[in-house]
């Protein structure tokens, strides 16, 4: 599931509030690893950023894959994230959790829940820590968005097998500049079948997005009501359905106040410190933070060497440098501009390519605390808005 552990792990969290005290990267979770090890996948989804479908063949070994693992474990990385494509059409799937859980790395999946078979479950629920699946919406937008009509049913029908195993989950809601007033069904959705949290993650224009989604990214103020209403959620849901939910964006308070978390220091002598998040391509490039980075900033391909080689050459080169440039850049216009929330990690690479202008979306109206119904017609409302 591309758009799911980008957030649940990358750009995200498993689940924990964004920059939350005690934790070591900027957006509040332990180093991790997230591994697409295929593009391979049973759909084909509209906001799908690493394009992936039932003819994209791409995938890389188990063990490469493993081999990847034992110098991420040594690097410090502390969990594994598993996405794709659909991870559980990856035949080595439970090799690879295997392989993860022997080197003491927390585990998790992404996944649209509809393989989510007692055969498949069987051979992997001992080896998983987390599962997180996609729920985008009521059922007429979780499906269109899927392109298969009856999928959100199915889903929720197949969630019987992570209830049975006890297995923690949640749900990934994937927010566009129009869906917010959806996140209250999904909570309820949520409650109603035994999910722990809900993540909601902004849309990024990648992949097939780009060319599908055009327009729905969500801007400044349509994260900050996505905030408001998770705040609202939590005070009018939680105490009763035990559901947490959690925004993957920043509100210009919290960037403020995080710099030394957000825009480390260069040199490093630790990739996590620069990379908190690193993610590994099914075409073996790795990439730090997000896969919205412009290549030039990449480590490199571990068809080509080690994750410990890539490391090492990386670290005092001039593209971490231009990172944490970007990184510095970024607080900068956030932390002094007028923009009342950001997804970071979009932002950064949106500066980090010097061609672009930034994305975010300047607000010089006061948002207004509405309720959820309230807030439904506002996404077609309101322009993309000038940039910064
Ligand atoms: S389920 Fe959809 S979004 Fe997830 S990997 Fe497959 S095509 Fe992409």
């Given at each position: ?67 990847v ?94 209830r ?6 949640g ?72 559901v ?21 220091a ?51 080169s ?8 970007a ?8 932390a ?5 929330a ?19 979306v ?7 605390l ?19």
């Open positions: 599931m591309a758009e799911g552990f980008a957030s649940w792990t990358a750009p995200g969290a498993i689940v924990r509030p964004v920059l939350q005290q005690g934790c070591a990267g900027p957006t509040g979770v332990a180093p991790i690893i997230q591994l697409h090890p295929t593009r391979l996948c049973n759909l084909a989804c509209a906001h799908c950023y690493t394009a992936s479908g039932p003819k994209e063949r791409q995938q890389l070994p188990l063990a490469l894959l493993c081999a693992l034992d110098d991420a474990a040594a690097l410090g990385y502390r969990q594994l994230a598993v996405s794709g494509g659909e991870p559980l059409l990856y035949e080595d799937l439970p090799g690879l959790l295997l392989h993860a859980r022997r080197l003491g790395l927390l585990t998790s999946l992404t996944s649209n829940g509809l393989l989510l078979s007692p055969r498949r479950w069987a051979a992997i629920a001992p080896l998983l820590d987390r599962l997180a699946i996609s729920v985008d919406g009521r059922e007429a937008t979780h499906d269109a968005l899927r392109g298969q009509p009856g999928a959100l049913a199915r889903t929720l029908h197949l969630l019987a097998q992570p049975a195993t006890g297995t923690p989950f749900f990934i809601f994937t927010l566009t500049q129009h869906n917010v007033d959806e996140l209250e069904d999904v909570v309820g959705l949520a409650a109603a079948h035994g999910a722990q949290s809900v993540q909601v993650h902004p849309l990024t224009l990648h992949g097939r997005a780009r060319d599908t989604l055009l327009g729905a990214r969500p801007d400044g103020q349509e994260l900050l009501a996505a905030i408001v209403e998770a705040q609202r959620l939590a005070q009018a849901l939680q105490t009763r359905s035990g947490r939910v959690q925004v993957d964006a920043l509100s210009q308070d919290q960037i403020r106040a995080h710099r030394d978390r957000l825009v480390p260069w040199p490093a002598s630790a990739l996590t410190t620069l990379a908190p998040v690193l993610v590994l391509q099914s075409d073996g490039q790795v990439l730090p933070l997000t896969h919205e980075l412009p290549p030039a900033l990449w480590l490199g391909s571990v068809h080509e060497m080690t994750l410990k080689a890539l490391t090492a050459r990386w670290l005092h001039s593209a971490s440098r231009r990172l944490v440039e990184l510095e850049r970024t607080w900068q216009a956030l002094e501009g007028m923009a009342p950001a997804y970071w990690y979009d932002e950064v690479a949106a500066r980090a390519r010097p061609a672009d202008p930034p994305l975010t300047s607000v010089s109206v006061p948002v207004p509405l309720p959820s119904r309230g807030l439904a017609a506002r996404g077609p409302v309101l322009a993309q808005g000038a940039r910064q």
